[in-house]
């Protein structure tokens, strides 16, 4: 098998179209060494199809591998497919991409080019809205392929909500220092784009599967991090993904949540006995 540099996850349920979106921009990644691994948390038999289609050509834009990893339909399990997929990922370096979240170009150089063991590196996301969402759904626009011309006109349209995440040079530079100034907490990395070494991942157990429905796991993930040592950085502007418009998760699982973050907080936790099943596959 080909040296891969990521692996890289993309949790999905029911979003054949967002995926499309997302899976559009890894085709297009100005590096090939890394892997897919669509994380599927019980969908129909229309994602399974997507996902061969796309089989191919990947493998003729010399894309190391892509695999689908499904589970069952029994309600909101982000945590466990996650970690399901988490456990087959063969390469050093694992990035955490949403479903619904679409990478530019850059996306895997510039994870790739801040990665450190003992880091966990939060890249930005920009939301698009619900109008700009249909208009890359129905194929009328890329929104991996936006230049920053046409990036700043969605800003002025209000079709964005910002366009300072996609700024590099100097204001990577700021970025980094801030970081280094650990002004970078937990409460501000998401899961839908981060990246970490794989044997950090196994060492926090993953995430916790506990965690049922929409809310708060990737917050405990991040306690633990911190609580293991890892450093929080901001990744560069070309890591920023656009982030497709969908609506809010019931909050009807957030009371035991709360629960299980708040004792994750105070018992100062750095690892889940409820994550991962096994060490992920070696290259």
């Known amino acids: 098998m080909p040296d891969v540099v990521a692996s890289v996850i993309v949790p999905t349920y029911n979003r054949p179209d967002a995926l499309r979106c997302v899976l559009d921009g890894l085709l297009a990644q100005d590096r090939r060494d890394f892997e897919c691994i669509i994380a599927d948390d019980g969908s129909g038999p229309e994602t399974a199809a997507l996902v061969d289609s796309y089989r191919p050509r990947f493998e003729s834009a010399g894309i190391t591998r892509m695999h689908h990893v499904w589970h069952p339909d029994e309600g909101f399990r982000l945590a466990a497919i996650r970690n399901r997929a988490s456990e087959q990922a063969r390469a050093p370096w694992v990035i955490f991409l949403d479903g619904d979240c679409v990478p530019r170009r850059s996306f895997i150089r510039g994870h790739a080019s801040c990665a450190k063991v003992q880091r966990l590196t939060r890249g930005s996301r920009v939301l698009m809205t619900r109008q700009l969402t249909e208009d890359a759904l129905a194929e009328r626009v890329s929104p991996h392929d936006l230049s920053l011309q046409s990036l700043l006109r969605l800003r002025q349209q209000g079709q964005i909500n910002h366009v300072a995440p996609f700024l590099g040079g100097v204001f990577d530079s700021l970025r980094s220092v801030w970081s ?61 993904v656009m982030h497709l418009w969908h609506r809010e998760g019931s909050p009807s699982f957030l009371p035991r949540s709360q629960e299980l973050l708040a004792a994750s907080v105070k018992q100062r936790l750095s690892r889940t006995e409820h994550g991962m099943q096994r060490p992920s596959r070696s290259p």
């Open 180 to 240: 280094f100034a650990r002004l970078l907490r937990w409460r501000s990395v998401r899961p839908c784009n981060m990246a970490l070494h794989r044997s950090c991942l196994e060492r926090l157990g993953g995430f916790d599967e506990r965690f049922i429905g929409w809310g708060l796991e990737d917050s405990e993930f991040f306690v633990r991090a911190q609580n293991a040592g890892l450093r929080l950085f901001r990744a560069p502007a070309s890591t920023t």
